[in-house]
């Protein structure tokens, strides 16, 4: 065993370190010259007080750095020097001397700058017998290893990855970190472990005296760093007034204090020294100078204005620097902007506008309409402009369509008349649909913008009288114009939502998919157009039968919701938990969404949340209170005329309603209308197919043919929920066996289920509890067993009554509830009497168990 085995508990080496060592322990006595390099804090000064501690314990003599005046140490001694980089040439030249006159042993450690040449002729006569020792920072494994050496136990993973990227790996900032960090206790196994760990001040304290030591050109060039910015040489030379050489050499003697990494950047401990440990003065008129010239050449200035205006900090910057920041902001942080712009206006920098403009796009609608009220009614006729604009974004997005319209006819901006049409259109204006083409302001550049709303206030036309693909198309088409320049264009509403609109009204829901996903990843809108986005996301999910997965979606949106936004999630809320048959979640929706009702006025970009939220209000027995939006919503469609497009899902959404409430009338009405408009479209015949097939079934008449063609082509259209219900709702009210059995195989088909499933018509089984089983989403499922003692359960018998009525046990009974409080998921007694509840009161809505509707009157 090599006797440097004792290696002193501040080294941890890497190969060459240790190969070193183990040379030295072996043969003490033999000849050996080494040169180790390395910036500061990276273990020099340890590896040679290791070499001396080896030598010593074999008797050799030692002598630890070079004699400033005297005689010149004994060839014999073992010399360590140490920051040999700091000896003057002489001394420099008497230790090669020394160095030439025979067989020695000596080690020399120096930091890679400065390198005087009387060095470098020394480490090349010092690296003949083997190359220089370049001591690198440590690795996160090395780093784990010395944590363990201080603390005496194995530091959680999180620890050791937290030392190692706050300080780089630099042994001697790992050494200070270290100090100042209170280990977690050992995880116990199994456990993660790994908690959060924060930057101690005290940590940060420790490197006062490196940064007070650094020279004036050093620590204004690390302050520099600090901010984050590309630092090309012509810049760096500007800022300290120095050549391409005199940077060069400012970089050097950056990079040998250890301080500033191999790659020209700060570990992050260093990077917060810096900037709070160097004078407030110095630091600022660093910021301040950087500032201006990154705004000079058009460079980002938005780390160094935000770092300037910190408060604390006090540092002054230029209005127009800070507006420049603000506008770098725009893109990915306009939240961050407005801040900006409005410390830009309080310096005296014509910002306000840009202000509210930045608020609209962040979301934040009442700072935005508060400052669009005030420059609405400014003298300067831009500021009217720009406070029209936004204005007029954040009443659309509040629902009031008519009012915003207004607005941007009042603004005359290049793509006002575009988005005016929009709003008109919405709310159903006569002049709305004539056929005229909406032209940009005379004069306006022919921005992206500009094109975008012009092709999208098209697209929105085509919706009332050409076919939906037309419209689909040309809305697709401005969602693709707008998306290079979409994070920072403030809309009342963006091509792609609108695509989805139509797509979700014409049954194209891949198309509707696709332009959502392509506005999301482009962030089109920003901010304020995102909730909306994910949320028609999430309505596809819903109307494709995804339940789970637009649950989650709608989980995933967080925030504050404007009133358009609120409507959207609550009829989403309701419209999940009827697909899920979960009454009582319908009802806890019920609330929000006729508060969102009240909130939101009608228009005809609404109707899909409103159909769904009437077809849920019919299951709650409450379909009376949507008679007002009802009626305002079909004298909208009149003054359109009518379009099929937009008219189709509202009325399929009332025949449902209908079925629900059992008003054979109504329904007749809802079919009436989806058969008139058969003929504009796929998508419109498959609905009117499947009406005129369900409510033949209502009334006694099954066709199975017709019936799964119609269930079919819903499935086709996207509508696959619907299908298997239609499909559900004919087998049981088919005295047919054969075609019952094909119908429950088509519903399980249609919701993605095996065919043929056991017992699923067996002679003594209760059909309709096996269509409610298909149709019903998977935790509500009871056999048909489980069904008869849950409705005598409902009933009020004991279990005992049961028993007897059933010819089972007592117990057997017991045991079948305690299956289904298993299969609903219900913590209690309690709870699973309100779930059976709800599901019978599902049954019943869905007319299973009610007598068939009278037939149709004859005209």
């Not at 072996?26 to 500061?40: E, N, S, Y």
């Not at 997005?397 to 008349?417: I, N, T, V």
């Not at 482009?522 to 339940?547: D, K």
Request: hydrophobic fraction near 45%.
């Amino acid at each position: 065993m090599s006797s440097h085995t004792a290696i002193r508990p501040e080294l941890v080496l890497d190969g060459a370190g240790s190969a070193l060592l183990d040379a030295v322990g072996d043969a003490p006595h033999a000849p050996i010259t080494v040169a180790v390099t390395a910036p500061g804090g990276h273990g020099k000064s340890a590896l040679l007080h290791e070499l001396a501690e080896i030598y010593r314990r074999t008797g050799q003599p030692v002598v630890e750095g070079w004699p400033a005046q005297g005689p010149t140490p004994d060839p014999d001694a073992v010399l360590l020097v140490d920051d040999a980089h700091l000896l003057d040439p002489d001394r420099l030249a008497e230790l090669r001397r020394w160095l030439t006159a025979g067989p020695v042993r000596v080690a020399l450690a120096h930091r890679p700058w400065p390198r005087p040449a009387a060095l470098v002729e020394l480490t090349e006569l010092l690296c003949r017998d083997r190359p220089t020792l370049l001591l690198p920072p440590y690795t996160e494994h090395r780093t784990a290893t010395r944590l363990t050496d201080l603390y005496g136990q194995v530091p959680d993973a999180a620890l050791v990855s937290f030392v190692h990227a706050q300080t780089g790996g630099v042994p001697r900032f790992v050494e200070r970190l270290a100090a100042e960090l209170r280990p977690a206790p050992a995880p116990v196994k199994g456990d993660g472990g790994g908690a959060g760990h924060r930057l101690p001040r005290s940590a940060v304290a420790t490197f006062g005296n490196d940064i007070t030591d650094l020279t004036t050109d050093v620590r204004r060039l690390l302050l520099a760093v600090a901010t984050g910015l590309s630092l090309p040489v012509d810049l760096l030379g500007a800022l300290l007034d120095q050549d391409p050489d005199g940077v060069d050499e400012t970089l050097a003697a950056a990079r040998a204090t250890g301080l500033l990494g191999p790659d020209d950047r700060l570990p992050p401990i260093v990077e917060r020294a810096v900037t709070t440990l160097s004078p407030a003065s110095q630091r600022i008129a660093v910021w301040q100078r950087l500032a201006d010239l990154q705004r000079a050449r058009g460079g980002p200035v938005l780390p160094l204005v935000r770092a300037l205006l910190t408060p604390g900090v006090g540092g002054e910057c230029d209005p127009a620097t800070i507006e420049a920041a603000a506008e770098e902001a725009l893109t990915e942080q306009p939240l961050v902007a407005a801040d900006l712009f409005a410390a830009a206006a309080a310096a005296g920098r014509p910002t306000t506008g840009r202000q509210a403009y930045a608020a609209a796009l962040a979301g934040d609608l009442d700072s935005a309409l508060r400052l669009a009220d005030r420059l609405v009614g400014a003298d300067d006729p831009s500021d009217r402009r720009d406070g029209a604009t936004v204005a007029a974004t954040a009443l659309a997005h509040r629902g009031q369509l008519g009012r915003g319209a207004e607005l941007y006819r009042w603004s005359d901006a290049p793509s006002s008349a575009a988005f005016a049409a929009i709003g008109a259109i919405g709310t159903g204006e006569s002049e709305a649909g004539s056929p005229g083409p909406v032209s940009p302001a005379p004069g306006g550049p022919p921005t992206l913008l500009t094109g975008a709303a012009l092709l999208t206030a098209r697209g929105v036309r085509e919706t009332l009288t050409g076919p939906p693909t037309a419209a689909l198309s040309t809305l697709v088409q401005a969602a693709a114009l707008l998306e290079p320049a979409g994070r920072t264009v403030l809309l009342p509403d963006s091509p792609a939502a609108l695509a989805a609109l139509v797509a979700l009204h014409c049954g194209e829901l891949e198309i509707g998919e696709r332009v959502l996903d392509r506005a999301i990843a482009a962030g089109l809108g920003g901010p304020l157009m995102s909730r909306r986005h994910r949320l028609l996301q999430a309505w596809i999910l819903m109307v494709r039968g995804r339940t789970a997965m637009a649950t989650e979606a709608l989980r995933q949106i967080s925030g504050p919701l404007e009133p358009r936004d609120l409507l959207f999630a609550s009829a989403l809320e309701m419209g999940i938990a009827r697909r899920d048959s979960d009454l009582p979640a319908v009802q806890r929706a019920w609330g929000q969404a006729r508060e969102a009702l009240v909130r939101h006025p009608v228009d005809l970009y609404s109707f899909l949340p409103l159909g769904e939220i009437t077809t849920a209000a019919a299951r709650l027995g409450e379909l009376n209170r949507l008679d007002p939006y009802l009626r305002e919503a079909y004298t909208l469609l009149d003054r359109l005329g009518s379009p099929p497009l937009w008219a189709t899902p509202l009325r399929w959404n009332g025949l449902h309603a209908a079925i629900i409430a059992e008003l054979p009338g109504t329904a007749d009405e809802h079919v009436a209308a989806l058969t008139a408009n058969a003929g504009h479209s796929r998508y419109a015949a498959v609905m009117a197919a499947a009406a005129e097939s369900w409510v033949e079934v209502l009334r006694g008449t099954v066709d199975p043919a017709r019936v799964e063609g119609a269930a079919r082509g819903l499935h086709d259209a996207g509508l696959g929920w619907d299908g298997a219900r239609l499909a559900g709702q004919a087998a049981i009210r088919t005295a047919d066996r054969r075609a019952m059995t094909a119908l429950l195989d088509c519903a399980r088909m249609l919701q993605g289920r095996p065919t043929g499933a056991k017992g699923s018509a067996s002679a003594g089984g209760s059909t309709a509890g096996v269509a409610d089983a298909v149709t019903a989403p998977i935790e509500s499922r009871l056999s048909d067993r489980e069904q008869e003692v849950a409705d005598l359960v409902l009933a009020g018998l004991t279990y005992k009554q049961i028993g007897d009525r059933l010819f089972i046990s007592a117990k057997t009974v017991e045991h079948h509830v305690a299956r289904m409080r298993q299969r609903l998921n219900c913590a209690n007694r309690s709870e699973l009497l309100n779930r059976l509840r709800m599901l019978a009161a599902d049954r019943a809505g869905d007319g299973s168990a009610t007598p068939p509707w009278p037939k149709r009157p004859i005209p």
